[in-house]
């Protein structure tokens, strides 16, 4: 899950000693910890470095992924319903694996719990952490409780599996692919503004109810993501393979040049073709941003990101749901987006980077 804009950069003691972590980056730090991780079993076919590692257990694969998630960072607890927050954390791991083009099949889930909250507060929580896996069809099948001296902390590990050749590893995009989205993006953005815009009212009259009427869409994009597993499904009856899949968690920029990274290759996407909902046109305009920048660099939307060979696109152009935004090219022609007059600049992740100072 991506950070709320809020708080970025917790306050505590800062070590006048050693180099900030700022400096490096949250994607700085993982691939510092990365370069140091050697896999050492055969069983272990990928390891950090996608959306979930893959381990060969014979007939199938097992996939695994884990998200941590921070009271006061990923989450406000002024407006995100309990309810909402256990199906949330449960959601965004089920999309890591369906990113992998694997099937879920169970999650952990583990808390640190502060005295603040009732005994009635964690079972609104376990209700959404229910639905989501009644859902998604995945079984709730352990974790770990803790007491926090402060604030709520949330931890998913979630399984599945998938065979070894259906796997969509992101470094498998290959030059001359389509780049395809699900959905639209950017709403989940506005719905986050949204309610830090209510909440800022609240907090300086708290008389003032909050007005979120007519805004479900985007509100519901922020609180209540749904992974593709539809899209997923309609794509395997389809006999269509992605050959590279990433769910959008960071913003369609940051996601796509983590595809190109690993694959070490270019692309070539064009604005006018990135899916943009009337309600999120409508309320960028509101707040007086880019509605692509929204799109680009919003995150949370949890659509699917995926690359396809040409042979599979006339089928695709006909779907509903799913837009082709542009080409997988070589990596020497860099890494471009180009507007309806032709022009073009480097495609740059601006996502939210709460280690960055
Ligand atoms: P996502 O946004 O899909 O959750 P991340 O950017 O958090 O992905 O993680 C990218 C990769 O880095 C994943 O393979 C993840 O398992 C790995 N990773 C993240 N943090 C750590 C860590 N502290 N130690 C080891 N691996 C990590
Ligand atoms: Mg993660």
Redesign the pocket.
Known sequence: MQDTPKNQTPQENTSTQGTPIGSLG??G??NR??NT?RLKNESSLK???????VLNMGEQCTVV???LLMEGIHFDLMYTPLKHLGYKSVAVNIS?IIAMNAQPTQVTVSLAISSRFPLEAIDEFYAGVRAACDNYQVDLIGGDTSSSIKGFFISVTALGVAKEEDIAYRHNAKVGDHICVTGDLGAAYLGLQLLEREKKIYLESPGVQPNLEGHDYLVGRQLRPEPRQDIQRLLKTLKVKPNAMI?I??GLASELLHICESAQVGCRIYDENIPLNQKTLEMAQTFGIDPLTCALSGGEDYELLFTVDNKYIEELETLHGISIIGRITEMSEGRKIYNKSGSSHDLIAQGWKHLSA
């Open positions: 949250e994607f730090l993982i910890i990365a991780a390891g950090i470095g996608d959306d979930a590692a992924s884990t998200d890591d769910d968690s960071d």
